[in-house]
T-cell receptor, first 112, second 109 residues
Framework: DADVTQTPRNRITKTGKRIMLECSQTKGHDRMYWYRQDPGLGLRLIYY???????NKGEISDGYSVSRQAQAKFSLSLESAIPNQTALYFCATSDRIGDTQYFGPGTRLTVL | QKEVEQNSGPLSVPEGAIASLNCTYSDRGSQSFFWYRQYSGKSPELIMS????GDKEDGRFTAQLNKASQYVSLLIRDSQPSDSATYLC?????????FGAGTTVTVRA
């Protein structure tokens, strides 16, 4: 089984809808991250969490919120989706040292 | 200025040749550096990490780091068609990884 899983893998939604992307990990890592990837822009950090009670904004957090339900679960929500949030979203984890990150399979989100 | 810059590519090399990928970073506080490989539509997969100046070899891959020049490179020897992918350079500082936009490599038979 994969160490980092993401659900759903693909999602098409409409402008204004609320949507939640979920990430689970079995690596036992404390740190979890959400990124989005757009063509030509690379990976950009949305939110990160060093433990259940420590959640921080990344470089592009506007329009997004997160919840760390447990050490192994980190969810990303789009409260009111807009078309420019169409992207590939990745969850990643790292251990306490925090440098090497391991990525989930990604969620392809399309907002119409 | 982006924190991590990579050759935009694409880079096309014949099978069996050496592919050379370059990366520069702007934050002198960065302490560790990574190369990830990403196939189209898939997630980034760690290939190499490097922490000290000099070369680090792992199979057909060699990473080179020069902190004075703020430069990281990746060499892929004996390139194979399966090496065709986008390669992401990343620099770690404090709490985060900063990624370059990636260089797309195509290995032609």
């Amino acid at each position: 089984d994969a160490d980092v899983t993401q659900t759903p893998r693909n999602r098409i939604t409409k402008t204004g809808k609320r949507i939640m992307l979920e990430c689970s990990q079995t690596k036992g890592h404390d740190r979890m991250y959400w990124y989005r990837q757009d063509p030509g822009l690379g990976l950009r950090l949305i939110y990160y969490s060093f433990d259940v009670k420590d959640i921080n904004k990344g470089e592009i957090s506007d329009g997004y919120s997160v919840s760390r339900q447990a050490q192994a679960k980190f969810s990303l929500s789009l409260e009111s989706a807009i078309p420019n949030q169409t992207a590939l979203y990745f969850c990643a984890t790292s251990d306490r040292i925090g440098d090497t990150q391991y990525f989930g399979p990604g969620t392809r989100l399309t907002v119409l | 200025q982006k924190e991590v810059e990579q050759n935009s590519g694409p880079l096309s090399v014949p099978e069996g040749a050496i592919a050379s990928l370059n990366c520069t970073y702007s934050d002198r506080g960065s302490q560790s550096f990574f190369w990830y490989r990403q196939y189209s539509g898939k997630s980034p997969e760690l290939i190499m990490s490097i922490y000290s100046n000099g070369d680090k070899e792992d199979g057909r891959f060699t990473a080179q780091l020069n902190k004075a020049s703020q430069y990281v490179s990746l060499l892929i020897r004996d390139s194979q068609p399966s090496d065709s992918a986008t390669y992401l350079c990343a620099a770690h500082n404090d709490y985060k990884l900063s990624f370059g936009a990636g260089t797309t490599v195509t290995v032609r038979a």
